[in-house]
């Protein structure tokens, strides 16, 4: 997912995954416009993880990036879990902050339909840019297509004054289950 979970919901202590999310120009004109953020998650205990993120725009390092998540409430009788996820990131060319917090709700419709969304709110804080809160949504469903191949459609979804309305549809390809 491109704005996806620390870990699964319910991550039990020990777990650790590192990976990197990549976008690249397709026609090769303008390698600068490559952007990579590779990142660390760790669950340093049952239901606890935390994210460091090291994102790079056109060849620099663009922030620093830092997440911690909490599953409060796993029902694997009803398919269901939350948490909430807490996201800051320091802008490094300018004097400012991105700050999010967001509940993130999941849930097992059936033995191949899930979904998961993450909705709460966004603020840009600093000396560099101009104070600002707004809505984030994020809303995936899931079909897992066999044991370890799902499909999903990610829609992203921000709201700021400023900014504006951006909205982003990202098709699904991953290899386990959607939010566990």
């Known amino acids: ?13 020990g ?18 416009a ?10 340093v205990a049952d239901g606890l993880a935390l994210e460091l993120e090291f994102p790079v725009v056109e060849g620099s390092l ?4 830092t997440a911690a998540q909490w599953t409060f409430d796993v029902d694997e009788e009803l398919g269901v879990a939350q ?10 060319d300018e004097d400012a902050w991105h700050l999010t917090l967001l509940w993130v709700p999941g849930v097992r ?3 191949r339909w899930s979904g998961l969304a993450m909705v709460g709110l966004g603020a840009y804080v600093g000396r560099d840019v101009r104070d ?4 984030v949504a994020n809303v995936t469903g899931f079909r897992d297509l066999a044991p370890a191949w799902t499909l999903g459609l990610e ?11 951006s909205t982003l549809l990202m098709p699904q390809e991953i290899g386990s289950a959607s939010w566990r």
């Open 15 to 32: 777990e650790v995954e590192a990976n990197a999310l990549a976008v690249l120009p397709i026609d090769g004109d303008d390698p600068a």
């Open 132 to 135: 600002e809160v707004g809505l």
């Open 1 to 13: 997912m491109v704005f996806d979970l620390v870990r699964g919901l319910g991550a039990e202590r």
């Open 109 to 111: 419709f059936d033995e």
């Open 34 to 43: 490559s952007e990579i953020a590779p990142e660390v998650e760790v669950a």
């Open 155 to 165: 829609v992203d979804t921000e709201v700021f004054a400023d900014a504006g309305w």
């Open 83 to 92: 948490g909430v996820q807490g996201i800051v990131e320091r802008l490094l």
């Open 62 to 65: 663009f922030s620093l990036k």
